[in-house]
């Protein structure tokens, strides 16, 4: 397949360029380093089926001449609640125009569409775990809101898309994605954790911890995205990981696993912070024949040995 991937070097975008450069696949890769990182992409660069463009999914993209395309993966959006305030007006963009521009692009080609979505779209939930059913409790003008109503009007876009002029679209509601390549600085409990705890500072637990969120390893997630994408299927599918644990919980196995003697220290809870999350992952199971296979402990093995070899000794 040729597959453009938009938001190639963020987290999940570089683990799937890599993911469809090894198995034949040709990719072009577009990013514009808003949260994604050049350094993500050591290593697939030079690679000869890959392509890099440098661009904003919202503005114009200067494909390559006579490029064409079998499918569009639309993974570019900041994600991560620290960048909610700081980047709010690009998310709503990313989620809007970018989304609407990548759509045509996909319709252009006759290429099929897979737009990620998040958990997110389920806000704080009323229905435990969460299925494709439910329709959320999201507050739509909170600190969240830019992120949340974002992928649910780009969930509505595609859709419309789709009704009206036939394009291939898959929607892939995306739960907490951890993994090699996040940024130090990202903000998100697992990088956060790891970064603390390797640094010897506190750990610092938003509210008493009894929060709960289901982690994904993201070779996991890839695996779970591309099923997708193959699929024959066109609503949204949960892709996550199943296994739920208290932010305590997760605090106590960072600190087991990195040997650290860092302390706990609780500060506030952000505002609107969900107070469980967990997929119901049956859609999936059926409909991709795919679940989550890296248990949290291996998964945050490989994830704190590679933050490691990225902070100064
Ligand atoms: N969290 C925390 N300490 C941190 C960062 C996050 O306790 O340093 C909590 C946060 O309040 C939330 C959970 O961990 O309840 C997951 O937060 P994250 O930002 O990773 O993702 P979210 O699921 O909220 O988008």
Redesign the pocket.
């Known amino acids: 397949m040729r597959v453009l991937v938009a938001g190639g070097a963020g987290l999940i975008g570089s683990a799937m360029c890599a993911r469809l450069l090894d198995r034949g696949d040709s990719v072009l890769c577009v990013d514009n380093y808003v949260t994604g990182r050049a350094a993500n992409l050591d290593g697939l660069l030079g690679r000869r089926a890959m392509t890099f463009i440098e661009a904003d999914v919202c503005r114009d993209i200067a494909l390559p001449p006579g490029a064409g395309l079998d499918a569009v993966i639309n993974l570019a959006c900041p994600?991560?609640?620290?960048d909610f305030d700081r980047l709010g007006l690009e998310i709503m963009e990313a989620g809007s125009r970018g989304v609407a521009n990548l759509l045509d692009v996909a319709r252009s080609h006759g290429a099929r569409f897979l737009q990620a979505s998040?958990?997110?779209v389920y806000g704080d939930p009323e229905s435990h775990p969460q299925a494709e059913t439910y329709w959320g409790n999201v507050n739509p003008v909170g600190p969240?809101s830019v992120?949340d109503e974002a992928k649910r009007f780009g969930e509505a876009l595609t859709m419309a898309h789709h009704r009206r002029f036939g394009t291939e679209v898959r929607i892939a509601r995306i739960?907490?994605t951890?993994g090699p390549r996040m940024r130090l600085d990202?903000?998100?409990?697992?990088?956060?954790?790891v970064v603390?705890a390797l640094q010897g500072r506190p750990?610092?637990?938003?509210?008493d911890?009894s929060?709960?969120?289901s982690f994904c390893y993201v070779d996991d997630e890839v695996g779970g995205l591309i099923a997708l994408l193959e699929s024959d299927f066109t609503g949204p599918v949960n892709v996550g990981d199943d296994r739920e644990r208290t932010?305590r919980d997760?605090?106590e196995t960072v600190l087991e696993l990195t040997g650290s003697e860092s302390e706990i220290v609780y500060?506030d809870?952000?505002v609107d912070?969900?107070?469980r999350?967990r997929p119901d992952l049956t859609l999936a199971r059926r409909v991709l024949g795919w679940q989550p296979s890296t248990s949290l402990e291996d998964g945050l093995k490989l994830t704190i040995g590679w933050f490691r070899a990225q902070l100064p000794a």
């Open positions: 994600a991560s609640p620290v998040t958990s997110e969240r992120y739960f907490n951890y990202d903000g998100r409990v697992v990088s956060n954790f603390q750990i610092t637990i938003y509210g911890g929060q709960t969120r932010v997760m605090a500060v809870l952000p912070d969900p107070t999350r």
